[in-house]
């Protein structure tokens, strides 16, 4: 019906967002689709002045869905259609009863996209996570709620994204538990007695000159971020030296190290 509908009513509508299409797509065929109150809508001719991305997605998906349809709309009426405010991850959040939506939602959109994709760009159609999947990562990954606290207060020391500190935070806590993070974050945040080589030095300095422009690099990139907090903090682990903190174009983004972790502050300086 959907592939009927697109061929003969879809006669004036603006062009198709392959992006928004996929993006529907997918979530129908991961059985995320509800019925709501907003689907396709016909005018008093007939024609289709509402929802052909979601048609199209259906069509796409190739699985049936349940829609509201609505006839007779007058065509004047397309002119007022979809003009509110889009919901956000952080209005999905908020109306889920959690604080600091906007970088919860943040975070949890780049846990996702650290744990599917971790070494392509995080950007695109491929990077795009819907309300629900939202949702079910935080359920999944609770823990996440603690990250976030603990990324704004990193985020505000050192400049680096409350993104990439919120996921740095979690997934290394998540990998090693047995390590006690009290002596990285102090050194990220207060700098305070960290000799040149020390890794937790060498970050914070990168980090404040990205911000300050002083290295070619965007300085709000979460993905770059995290994968600076992530090298960093395998040398720290590890009791490593780093005094330089660099990436190649198309360097893989690195997995929490398993070495080290008895004295991770006593570096080999």
């Known amino acids: 019906m959907a592939e009927k ?35 396709i809508a016909f005018d008093e001719d007939g024609l289709l002045v509402d929802g052909q991305h979601r ?14 349809v609505t006839h007779g709309v007058p065509r004047s009426a397309f002119a007022v259609m979809d003009t509110g405010r889009k919901r956000t991850g952080r209005d999905a959040l908020s109306l889920a009863g959690e604080s ?20 392509s760009g995080w950007s695109g159609g491929t990077s795009q996570v819907t309300h629900l999947q939202l949702l079910s990562l935080l359920e999944e990954h609770p823990g996440m709620r603690t990250a976030i606290t603990q990324g704004l207060q990193i985020s505000r020391a050192i400049k680096i994204t409350v993104t990439a500190a919120s996921i740095g935070w979690y997934v290394t806590r998540r990998e090693r538990p047995e390590v006690d993070q009290t002596p990285w974050r102090e050194g990220l945040i207060t700098g305070a007695g ?13 980090m404040l000159d990205l911000a ?28 490593r030296q780093m005094k330089l903190l660099r990436r190649s174009p198309k360097e893989a983004m690195p997995k929490v190290s398993k070495k ?9 300086l």
Do not use: C, F, M
């Not at 002083?214 to 090298?231: A, N």
């Open 260 to 268: 080290g972790g008895n004295e991770p502050n006593a570096l080999h």
């Open 100 to 119: 600091n939506g906007t970088h919860l939602a943040a975070a949890l959109r780049g846990l996702h996209l650290y744990l599917t994709q971790p070494d």
């Open 55 to 68: 048609l199209a997605a259906i069509k796409k998906a190739g699985v049936p869905v349940r829609i509201s």
């Open 212 to 239: 300050a422009g002083k290295r070619h690099r965007k300085s709000d990139d979460s993905r770059e971020h995290l994968l600076y907090y992530l090298k960093a903090w395998n040398a720290w682990v590890e009791g």
């Open 5 to 39: 509908w697109l061929a003969e009513k879809n006669t004036n509508n603006r062009p198709l967002s392959s992006q928004t299409v996929t993006s529907l797509a997918r979530a129908i065929e991961r059985g995320e689709w509800q019925l709501t109150h907003q689907g």
């Open 194 to 206: 960290l000799q040149v080589g020390d890794p937790r030095l060498t970050l914070r300095n990168t």
